[in-house]
């Protein structure tokens, strides 16, 4: 069993399945092969869903509230990551707060429904920084 909290990202839950599966795995390959298990088909065959792509990420806080903000960060890091553009440039958001937790060290944004709290960001070219008020001015 993995315990699944509310800050967790796919990169994460990654590390977390990888520590798990692999005995998991390894004991249902021997099991299927002694013939202990029977491989039962996928109810309504196999499904498929489309690429992500890197235009996924992008957020408008205009039009997104904090929560949904949060859950594409939670989905997309480590890839595609979440991103806006400031001043013409696009903008990585490498690092938020979850909406509910009270603010901390970051910049508090607004967005369409409640407040999202940004630590670090990293700027086309640029290094990542600490996320500062006077970097989005």
Known sequence: EITI???????????????VCGPICRSTLIDHKEGRITPVPQPGGA????????????????SESAETIYRKYQAFTPWPGIWTVVAGKRCKILRVGHPEDPV???ILIPTFSGNI?????????????????????
């Open 104 to 106: 901390s060290t970051g």
């Open 47 to 62: 499904t498929y869903t489309k690429k992500i792509t890197k235009e996924e990420g992008q957020v408008d806080f205009t």
């Open 5 to 19: 909290d509310r800050y967790e990202t796919s990169l994460s839950l990654f590390e977390k399945f990888s520590q």
């Open 117 to 137: 709290e940004i630590f670090e960001v990293q700027f086309e070219g640029k290094k990542p920084t600490p996320a500062t008020r006077s970097l989005l001015d």
